[in-house]
């Protein structure tokens, strides 16, 4: 559980090493305005973050996109 009732679940941000500006993209592109909206984000075993607002009434399923490692070479 990302987000609980518009409310960051910090720890389980960090342990999932999401950055925090990427649960606000991934809260938008569910058509979300806001974290504060959203009732429930879960990151799923897939690694798809999904994202229930309107009082849970709305479900939306986005792919997390992984960052890509750039490694600079010597």
Known sequence: ML???GRV???HLDQAKI???E???VVREHGVDTI???NLAV??????ISV???DFKTRSVRKRHAHKVVEIGS
């Open 9 to 11: 679940i910090q720890k």
């Open 19 to 21: 950055p925090h500006e």
């Open 52 to 54: 229930l607002s309107d």
């Open 23 to 25: 649960l606000e993209a």
């Open 43 to 48: 990151l799923e075993a897939d690694g798809n």
């Open 3 to 5: 987000i609980y009732q």
């Open 36 to 38: 504060e909206n959203v």
